[in-house]
């Protein structure tokens, strides 16, 4: 049995790629290619569109050449909803295979894909579903008895029982790093050497109101132990990669700084000699400097904190459970320990005003002065799962269901504020700040010291050579915010789509994902050796 993988185009690009030049592996399809592994499978491959540059008719044509008997493909990026949807009815043109759709979008929106060449939809965590789905396929039995998944069945979608969070991460077979070739994977803007990325824990305790984190991967933060990850960073490292990328989306959580500490104990005497590049709260961050410290020895080298607003209400209103006060001491502390820092700010909230995005823009300005390296400014953005996408959807302030835009950058739903008010403002803090940055650190003769400093003059050259490009944005700026208003305008002036599909937005949104049995403790699943 054939299975391929693939990691589909994003139409509108990934910021990350184009503007930084970062581009990680493709964890996720390399944890399903071991999984098909572990049940003897072992004619895998791993194809990610955006780093083997290839276009849908050249993904057709791999496809129809090769003719795999499963086809996985990875939609958490909410905007190659509609690509991977072409991809999908393109294939089925040419033969049958059983074609699977996992992911963030994949989870809650399963109806449309079902409807335009998909098979089989798994929900949420998709490793061991992923193995039953192929066990299954390949011993031709029906589906129905696979928890976690939606298929079709003739004119049915079928969805089976609930399947439980995978408590005990260790269980999992190490993923199949040697699937992708290194050199592809890089993070440009600061220097060279090819990003692997790794996992050593999943879900997310905290409730933001935008995030998609956990309605996916449950409310629940599980890790795996400290020698399953020493074990997959030798491997790494063995296969020589440079950098690489923790991707859970919060590396410290206050129950687990003893096992971090302890983690960056073992780095620093294997001396394993790898830069690190996590993401950060920024409460935890401001009150463990110790922890910084060590890990800044380890290897931490660029750490992502989630700032959101300049605004204590809108903070507040987000559920982030954090203040403006412990945004500016982490940006500190990190800064004082040599690692590069990036931090995420959006605007755009149902809730927010134009003075609250002014606070936001103006605080950029105060994180700067306490040694904030770089900031993305995005658009607050209702992705399908959250419990912003259900309220817009129940209140008809979604203008457009175009998945395209769903980039976190362009406007989709109704606020306090005309969209392309935001679109604007969103440009102008995010080009402000790095003006600012630039005439701050020079006027008051702000230098990074010891290999900060080598990276950073690597990002300074970086920008130079993409400075045509950040041109052309700039000057393709007015036609997009007239777009949007026009795309606005005509949204609330009818109705963009059917009461059928609305319920079904609605009804697949919101459905919880997972079967929980563990009631002792529902935030965190701590793993100790």
Not at 374 to 386: E, F, K, N, R, V
Request: glycine share 6%.
């Amino acid at each position: 049995m054939k299975v391929l993988l693939i990691k589909p185009l994003n139409p509108t690009g990934s910021g990350y790629t184009t503007k930084f030049g970062f581009l990680p592996t493709p964890l996720g399809l390399q944890v399903l290619a071991a999984q098909a592994r572990v049940i003897g499978i072992n004619d895998v491959r791993i194809v990610d569109m955006e780093a083997d540059n290839l276009t849908l008719d050249q993904m057709v044509e791999y496809v129809a050449k090769w003719r795999p008997d499963v086809i996985g493909i990875t939609l958490h990026a909410t905007a190659a909803h509609a690509f991977s949807q072409d991809l999908a009815k393109r294939i089925k043109a040419i033969y049958d295979p059983l074609i699977v759709a996992g992911g963030h979008q994949a989870t809650f929106v399963p109806g449309e894909l079902l409807d335009n060449g998909f098979d089989v939809i798994v929900l949420g965590e998709g490793d061991e579903t992923f193995r039953d789905v192929l066990e299954h396929y390949r011993e031709n039995m029906d589906f129905s008895d696979v928890p976690g998944i939606i298929f079709k069945m003739g004119s049915m979608k079928i969805r089976t029982e609930k399947r439980e969070l995978i408590d005990d991460l260790d269980r999992l077979p190490i993923p199949a790093f040697d699937l992708v070739e290194k050199e592809r994977y890089t993070f440009k803007v600061f220097g060279e050497g090819s990003v692997a990325t790794v996992e050593t824990a999943r879900g997310c305790p905290y409730a933001c109101d935008f995030c998609s984190v956990t309605p996916t991967w449950g409310n629940k933060w599980r890790n795996k132990s400290n020698e399953r990850i020493m074990e997959e960073l030798r491997i790494v490292k063995k296969l020589g990669y440079k950098w690489v990328f923790f991707t859970d989306d919060i590396f410290v959580v206050y129950p687990n700084v003893e096992q971090r500490s302890d983690l960056f104990d073992r780095i620093i005497q294997e001396d394993l000699d790898l830069k690190f590049i996590v993401q950060m709260r920024a409460d935890v961050t401001s009150k463990n400097p110790d922890l910084i410290r060590k890990a800044s020895r380890a290897g931490l080298t660029i750490a992502f904190l989630g700032i959101e607003s300049g605004s204590e209400e809108v903070l507040k209103a987000m559920h982030k459970g954090i203040m403006t006060s412990a945004s500016v001491n982490a940006v500190r502390v990190l800064n004082q320990n040599n690692v590069v820092v990036l931090g995420g700010m959006m605007l755009g909230a149902p809730y927010e005003s134009l003075r609250d995005m002014l606070k936001t823009i103006k605080f950029s300005r105060v994180l700067a002065r306490a040694g904030i390296d770089a900031i993305q400014i995005s658009t607050y953005t209702p992705l399908p799962g959250t419990r912003i996408f259900l309220d817009a959807l129940k209140k008809g302030g979604i203008f457009t269901l175009d998945w395209s835009r769903y980039d976190i950058l362009t406007p989709v739903a109704k606020t306090k504020v005309n969209p392309a008010i935001i679109q604007a403002l969103t440009a102008y803090g995010y080009y402000s700040f790095y003006a600012y940055k630039w005439l701050h650190d020079r006027l008051h003769e702000v230098k990074a010291i010891g290999f900060k400093d080598q990276i950073m003059m690597n990002a300074q050259r970086f920008i130079v050579r993409m400075m045509p490009s950040y041109v052309k944005d700039i000057f393709k700026l007015p036609s997009d915010i007239l777009k949007t208003a026009i795309m606005y305008r005509d949204g609330m002036k009818k109705k963009i789509v059917s009461d059928d599909r609305v319920r079904e937005l609605i009804a697949d949104s919101s459905s919880i994902v997972y079967r929980e049995t563990d009631v002792k403790n529902p935030y965190f699943k701590i793993k100790t050796e």
